[in-house]
């Protein structure tokens, strides 16, 4: 059951937007107003993603008057996330498909985290 259970939430997470959207709340709780702006898509596009992330317990919400703040619903989330990207610039890094100037982009990302 647990490997299904995985499964899903590797699924879930299957999204490029939605990869975006953990990176942003890894530093933090943030209003859908901010991410918004931050990642320049519509309001109606954001709020689909983040609610399928909290149904799957993956983020947290709360509300504050008229404003929905999400955060990580674990920390854990941020760091499987900066393990798999390692794992992908480490394979991409020894086929020779990464450039030099992503690898050190990448690098002091991971290293800032």
Do not use: F
């Not at 390692?86 to 991971?110: F, N, P, Y």
């Amino acid at each position: 059951m647990l490997w299904e259970m995985q499964a899903d939430m590797c699924q879930t997470l299957a999204n490029p937007k939605r990869l975006q959207i953990l990176n942003l709340l890894k530093e933090g709780e943030l209003s859908v107003g901010a991410m918004v702006q931050a990642l320049g898509v519509a309001k109606a596009n954001l709020s689909q993603h983040l609610g399928v992330m909290r149904q799957k317990g993956i983020l947290l919400s709360r509300r504050e008057g008229t404003t929905i703040y999400y955060r990580l619903g674990t920390p854990h989330i941020a760091e499987a996330c900066k393990i798999m990207r390692l794992v992908l610039l480490e394979a991409l890094t020894a086929r020779g498909e990464l450039s030099r100037s992503l690898l050190l982009t990448e690098k002091m990302d991971a290293e800032g985290e």
